[in-house]
């Protein structure tokens, strides 16, 4: 419909102004990758612990990148970061945002409600209270409803763009609007389906624009086939999600019209 085209390029004009610094671990002193990669890891597994929406870790997992990318972080306030801005996104995203006591449980009690509500207000000012921004995730979800596609392949798209969530490198350096079509026109062809259709012109993007980005996220969909990747496999090896973490990939990946 005209009313998801305008939508997605009015998302498009507005997530420069959410876009994290994609380098901001080459400022951070005491925290790496690899820290993140926990954070995530752990921020999944709450999510699913509180039956939050995918959206609201996605969203939460932005808000944390946005904010080490203007504020220098140690080790032992990493997790803080992370629950607040869980406990922020929740609050508008989720019907069940659950009690902040919840919160400070989840943290096994590492940080008390008095820590998160401090952290909250640091990072809504740091950020100017711009909370929202779309997601790779969101740019997915948007495209797979102009298409009449199987619901397989928007669980399978989900679950490329939570993969994607892991890495900071090389993820952020991509738009989450590219990304979010990447995943989509990756998920399609896992399930062996073209992988370009009409539809997608209105995205902006040609598939020559999508694949360094639809290769690194088949490299990573690869990396974590058969082994487990934590929380995320996890999650989507569920029945809920058609067990979409468990789809044979093909060996190789072939990017053409």
């Not at 921020?43 to 504020?71: K, M, N, P």
């Not at 399609?188 to 360094?212: A, F, H, Q, S």
Request: net charge neutral; glycine share 4%.
């Amino acid at each position: 419909s005209p009313y998801k085209d305008d939508n997605f390029m009015h998302l498009r004009r507005i997530e420069q102004k959410y876009k994290p610094n994609s380098k901001y671990m080459s400022l951070q002193m005491d925290i790496n990758s690899n820290m993140r990669a926990i954070l995530v890891d752990w921020l999944v597994d709450v999510g699913i612990q509180f039956e939050f929406s995918s959206e609201a870790v996605h969203l939460a997992v932005s808000l944390t990148d946005r904010f080490l990318s203007c504020t220098t972080v140690t080790k032992g306030k990493l997790q803080l970061v992370g629950i607040a801005c869980l406990f922020i996104t929740a609050k508008y995203e989720e019907v069940n945002a659950q009690e902040l006591k919840m919160y400070a449980w989840i943290t096994d009690n590492t940080y008390t409600k008095k820590h998160i509500l401090r952290m909250e207000q640091i990072i809504m000012d740091r950020l100017h209270f711009y909370v929202g921004g779309p997601t790779a995730l969101s740019f997915m979800s948007l495209v797979y409803s102009l298409t009449r596609s199987p619901k397989k392949l928007l669980y399978l798209g989900q679950y490329l763009c939570e993969l994607a969530l892991i890495d900071n490198e090389p993820f952020l350096s991509f738009l989450p609007s590219l990304l979010g079509v990447a995943a989509y026109c990756l998920a399609r062809y896992i399930l062996g389906y073209i992988m370009w259709i009409d539809e997608l012109n209105m995205t902006g993007y040609t598939l020559e624009d999508l694949k360094p980005a639809i290769n690194s996220l088949f490299n990573k969909a690869r990396d974590v086939a058969g082994k487990s990747a934590g929380s995320i496999s996890e999650k989507y090896s569920h029945p809920n999600f058609l067990r979409v973490a468990e789809i044979e990939l093909p060996e190789i990946l072939i990017i053409c019209n």
